[in-house]
C-alpha cells in the first residue's frame, strides 16, 4: 500500500471489459477506493458479476433442484407483443386464462382449468374463493410445510377460512371427517395435500380420495408437483418405476376430487406457474375472486406453459427436458462419461427432487473427484457456465444426468484444466 489510489472514474473505466454497466463499476470502484482495497477490485467485480442471474450446468444429480431454478425449461422468444387478452376471432377483448386452461383441462380430463404464479397461490387463491370466513377440514397428519415459507395452516389463516382439524398424525380415517364437520356446522369443502417431502410410516391410515368424496362437500387436493397422468402416455416406456405413489392430476379427478392444484416446475417439467383444474363453477367462483388478478402470471409464462402443453398433447417426452432427463439409458450416460477423459467413472443416485420423497432415487452415471471440487466448478472455465456439482463425503461428483449434452463439451474443458 501507500500508493495513491487512482481516481473513481479511471477505476471504474478500466473495468469497462467486463460488460457492467458504468455506474455499477462506479459504485464498486468507490467503496474499493473507501477500502483501500482498490488493488483487489477485480474480485469485488467477479463478485457483483457472479449475484447476476444466470445459466449454469446442474451436475447436482437432483432434477428438481429449487436453488437451480427447479424443471430445466427454455424461455419462449422475447419482445413480442400477443393475443394474450384480444379475441382474434372477434378483435375484442379476450381472456387470458381461457386458451391455455383448456389446454390443461383435456390433459388433465378435467372441464375447466386455470393458471396462477405458483402452487401455493393456486391453494390460496382457492381457499380465499371457496372458503374465506367458512371452514375447511383437513387431517392433521398434512398440516405440512413445503419448501421454506409455504404452510399448510398459514396459507390457511391468510385465505380467512378456518382450520377444522381432522384426525390424528398418524391416523386419519373417513369417520373422523365426518364427525369433526358435523361438530362445526359452517364447513365448505374438505382439503387433501400431499404430503411430498416426507412420509409418515408404520402405524398408519389416511382416509383415499375415493371415500372423502362421500362428504357431500367440495373436496380440493393439492397434489403438488403436477405429474398430469399415472400412465404417463407421453414416455414410450411407460411410468418409469420410481414415479410409484406420486399422485396424479387425471387419477385424483377421475377419483372424485372436484379441484386438483400443482406446480408447473416440478413433476410437470416447466417454468414457474400453478394449475387449478376439476369443476367448471368452482373454477368460474375462482376466476372471479379478486386474487386471480394479484396472481396472474404474465405472458412470457403463457405461452411458455402453451409450448409445455403441445409437447404433453404430442405425446413428446423427449421434447420435454424434465422427462428426458429422467429417461436417459445408463449406457448412454456412461458413454458421456467416458469422453470427459478425467475423474473416475462411477454410479450415482439422481434424485428426482421437487417433491418427491428424498428416498426415491434414479441409478444414474457420474464422475467422482477426490476432495472438494465445487468451488473451482463454480467458477467456470475460460467464459464457461458454472458447473455445479454434488459434494459428499468430501468428495466432489458430477452426475451427468442431470446436464444437457449440449454442455459435454464444455464440461469437459473445464475438468481438463482442473488444478
Ligand atoms: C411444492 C408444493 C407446493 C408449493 O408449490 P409452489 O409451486 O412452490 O408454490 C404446495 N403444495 C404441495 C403439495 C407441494 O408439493
Known amino acids: 500500500m501507500g500508493k495513491k489510489p487512482p481516481s473513481v472514474n479511471n477505476l471504474a473505466l478500466s473495468l469497462q471489459n467486463s460488460g457492467i454497466p458504468h455506474e455499477l463499476l462506479v459504485e464498486q470502484a468507490r467503496s474499493a477506493i473507501a477500502a483501500g482495497d482498490w488493488e483487489n477490485i477485480e474480485e469485488r467485480v467477479e463478485h457483483l458479476q457472479r449475484s447476476f442471474i444466470q445459466p449454469v450446468v446442474n451436475a447436482t444429480g437432483v432434477l428438481l433442484h429449487t436453488n437451480l431454478g427447479r424443471a430445466s425449461w427454455e424461455s ?136 372423502l368424496t362421500s362428504l357431500d362437500l367440495p373436496l380440493v387436493v393439492d397434489i403438488g408437483s403436477g405429474l398430469l397422468d399415472s400412465s404417463c402416455p407421453w414416455l414410450s416406456s411407460g411410468p418409469p418405476k420410481w414415479l410409484a405413489g406420486e399422485p396424479a392430476a387425471k387419477q385424483t379427478l377421475l377419483g372424485g376430487a372436484d379441484l386438483v392444484t400443482f406446480s408447473c416446475d416440478k413433476l410437470l417439467g416447466g417454468p414457474q406457474a400453478g394449475i387449478i383444474a376439476g369443476k367448471s363453477d368452482l373454477i368460474e367462483k375462482c376466476l372471479r375472486h379478486p386474487f386471480a388478478r394479484v396472481l396472474r402470471p404474465g405472458s412470457h409464462t403463457l405461452l411458455s406453459l402453451q409450448e409445455l402443453a403441445m ?109
Request: proline share 3%; net charge negative.
Open 76 to 211: 419462449p422468444e422475447s419482445n413480442f407483443s400477443s393475443n394474450i387478452e384480444f379475441d382474434l376471432a372477434s378483435g375484442n377483448r379476450g381472456s387470458r386464462q381461457t386458451g391455455i386452461g383448456n389446454l390443461f383441462a383435456q390433459l388433465c380430463g378435467a372441464e375447466s382449468a386455470m393458471v396462477v404464479n405458483n402452487c401455493s397461490s393456486a391453494v390460496l387463491l382457492v381457499l380465499s374463493a371457496l372458503a374465506s370466513g367458512k371452514g375447511v377440514a383437513i387431517s392433521r397428519s398434512e398440516l405440512v410445510e413445503i419448501g421454506g415459507s409455504f404452510r399448510v395452516p398459514e396459507i390457511l389463516e391468510l385465505s380467512g377460512a378456518n382450520l377444522v382439524e381432522v384426525g390424528t398424525t398418524n391416523k386419519t380415517r373417513l369417520v373422523d371427517y365426518q364427525k369433526a364437520i358435523d361438530a362445526h356446522r359452517d364447513v365448505a369443502m374438505s382439503l387433501k395435500v400431499h404430503q411430498s417431502n416426507y412420509k409418515i410410516v408404520g402405524f398408519t391410515e389416511e382416509a383415499t380420495v375415493e371415500e
Open 311 to 419: 409437447r404433453y398433447l404430442h405425446r413428446d417426452g423427449d421434447g420435454i427436458p424434465f422427462w428426458k432427463m429422467a429417461s436417459l439409458g445408463l449406457e448412454e450416460l456412461r458413454i458421456r462419461a467416458e469422453r470427459m477423459n478425467a475423474g473416475e467413472i462411477v454410479s450415482v443416485d439422481s434424485i428426482p427432487g421437487g417433491g418427491t420423497l428424498p428416498t426415491v432415487v434414479i441409478p444414474s452415471i457420474g464422475l467422482k473427484f477426490s476432495g472438494d471440487r465445487s468451488s473451482e466448478l463454480r467458477r467456470g472455465f475460460n467464459g464457461g457456465l458454472p458447473i455445479i456439482a454434488r459434494v459428499s463425503d468430501g468428495d466432489t461428483y458430477l452426475d451427468f444426468r442431470t446436464v444437457d449434452p449440449a454442455h459435454d463439451e464444455m464440461i469437459a474443458n473445464a475438468l481438463g484444466n482442473l488444478d
